[in-house]
């Protein structure tokens, strides 16, 4: 099956800094997603990015899909944005969705 | 605006016995999932079913079973429960390949 690496694995920021989380897949995909996990483990749903960048206020995406990878950004980032990103992707050839591992986002105020 | 619904929310079983977690979707989706996450770590498939009728093997399916009852409902049984299987719960359903995934809120299981 499909492999997807997400990096880093932790990460530690001061409120108002800006960060970039990656997201690498052994594949072609036709489903990718970005999800943000809150402490009390609610995953919401950030991005669908198969391809192409989108933006929604302080977060950005860019997937790269003939590179195989993703990248999602955050802006001025804020204790809310605390939690576990996680990226998923579905491969072309059938209906699995697969998880990396996460990335542990913390910001200290 | 329900979206994906589990139940329950909170269970506690002994080592040997049976449960069956629910999960419905009212979306019309095509697609559903049952995904385990472990303390510290990302969200394993379980099993899925790509459309009514239909169910297939994901990454850890040892020590379950699922029925795709109807199109909206998809349950997963443990059917004798073991410590391992502590974990949290996901359900998710999609409309079709290349569509947005929507998950439930989880259900916590604890085997003692």
New interface residues.
Partial sequence: ?IQVEQSPPDLILQEGANSTLRCNFSDSV??L?W?HQNPW???I?LF?I?SGTKQNGRLSATTVATERYSLLYISSSQTTDSGVY?C?V?E?S?????????TQLTVNP | NAGVTQTPKFQVLKTGQSMTLQCAQDMNHNSMYWYRQDPGMGLRLIYYSASEGTTDKGEVPNGYNVSRLNKREFSLRLESAAPSQTSVYFCASVRGPGNTIYFGEGSWLTVV
């Fill in positions: 099956g036709n489903n997603q999800f483990g609610q995953l749903n669908y198969p996680f998923a579905g072309t059938g209906s699995r969705l697969t998880f990396g591992e996460g």
